[in-house]
């Protein structure tokens, strides 16, 4: 079952009794009467595959299961904003957002387009506000509205979170561990965390969504990564977002095989050949000019901005270019002799790898362990 086909009603329900302990105080908390509440209760159970609360004359006590589940579902509904959205609205507008047409996104929720197009309408009139207006064939969500999206994505990231610990306590180990992955970390670090997490969670899925730092912070910011692993920002993050250091890893001076600077360099023949480098604003662009500029002179020509390891070996095994990467970017191509290392790149040049999470995010057991997971490898990689 997907986290958002549940009656949030049900869910509200729960999350009542849990706070209050009895159904009658529950009913009236979360306006229901008292049979709706102990249906809902019933559905939701069944839906789960586990009772969350043993029922005797003096009221309903929460099981293991609804004692991990309720910090899930406060948080969600919170986020949700009321009790009165329906699963098939949330459904909906989570896809409009994310397609950007009622078209396609009706296409993605598979429904037809004018159930999706009633269904967002009639959240707005729940939640009070205009959610989207149309911009010629696509979809502009208003600023409510985005920030809608966003709380919405976060509560069904909760609510997945929540049926993973459930089908825990099943002892079913069979959850989800979605990483952010920025390019230093897939060389060789996150390729190691993955083989020994998996030796030990063989069922546990694992999805890597690759992506330079800004293409992944928003995904993280909605829940739609855990995780973020690559080179830590200096400036500020926000609130919202923290940053856990790992290690740290000084970038050195590439060539192809056989460029003439393998013979020996100075700053001046630094600056006379042309550079290929991540854009302005990265870390490693940041590490370069720094480098530079404590060489002396002018800045070397950059005509290739790329943030490709892929692409940028193509390119300086075909031309006379020079990049600054990590040597683990590297590492087939410099024991093939492909390219050669001339750094390493003079001066205090490094940058910290790390990881980087929501700011309230809570992980689940397996989240926790990959995390685990993660320091382990990096203590036998700077080992």
């Given amino acids: 079952m997907q986290p958002d086909q549940f009656n949030i009603r049900h869910l509200s329900a729960a999350a009542a009794v849990v706070a209050h302990g009895s159904v009658s105080l529950a009913a009236r908390a979360v306006n229901l009467t008292q049979p709706a509440v102990t249906q809902g209760i019933a559905k939701l159970e069944a839906q789960l595959g586990l009772p969350l609360f043993e029922r005797h004359p003096g009221g309903m006590t929460p099981t293991a299961a609804a004692a991990r589940l309720a910090p899930r579902l406060e948080a969600a509904l919170r986020l949700i ?16 957002a994310r397609a950007g047409s009622y078209a396609a996104a009706a296409g993605e929720a598979g429904v037809t387009e004018p159930s999706l197009h009633r269904a967002v309408g009639d959240l707005g009139l729940v939640m009070g ?7 010629g064939r696509g979809v502009t969500l208003t600023s409510a509205g985005a920030a809608l999206a966003r709380r919405l994505r976060l509560a069904l990231a909760e609510l997945r979170s929540g049926m993973e610990e459930i089908e825990a306590l099943k002892g079913q180990e069979s959850g989800r561990v979605v990483v952010g992955a920025m390019p230093l970390s897939r060389a060789r670090l996150l390729p190691r965390v993955i083989s020994r997490f998996r030796r030990e969670f ?43 250091p790992l290690f740290e890893d000084r970038p050195t001076i590439m060539a192809r095989a056989g460029h003439p600077l393998a013979r020996g360099w100075d700053a001046d023949a630094l600056r006379h050949y042309p550079w290929i480098l991540p854009p302005e604003g990265t870390p490693l662009r940041h590490l370069w000019r720094r480098m530079v500029e404590a060489l002396g002179g002018g800045l070397p020509a950059v005509p290739i901005e790329c943030g490709s390891v892929m692409t940028i070996r193509e390119l300086l095994v075909n031309g006379d270019y020079l990049t600054m990467l990590s040597l683990d970017q590297l590492a087939l191509e410099l024991s093939a002799g492909m390219v050669i290392d001339i750094g390493p790149a003079p001066g205090a040049i490094s940058r ?20 685990d997971v993660i320091e382990r490898e990096t203590g036998v990689i700077s080992s």
């Fill in 81 to 96: 904003g009321s009790n009165r959205a329906t699963a098939a609205q949330i459904r909906a507008f989570v896809a409009l």
């Fill in 129 to 135: 506000y205009r959610l989207a207006e149309r911009r």
């Fill in 202 to 244: 063989p069922h546990v899925h694992i999805s890597v969504h690759e992506g330079s730092h800004a293409e992944l912070v928003g995904p993280l910011r909605d829940g739609e990564v855990d995780m973020m692993i690559g080179a830590l920002r200096d400036a500020p993050m926000g609130q919202d977002l923290v940053q856990k």
């Fill in 352 to 371: 910290t790898i790390g990881l980087t999470t929501r700011a309230d995010w809570r992980p689940t057991r397996l989240q926790q362990c990959f995390m």
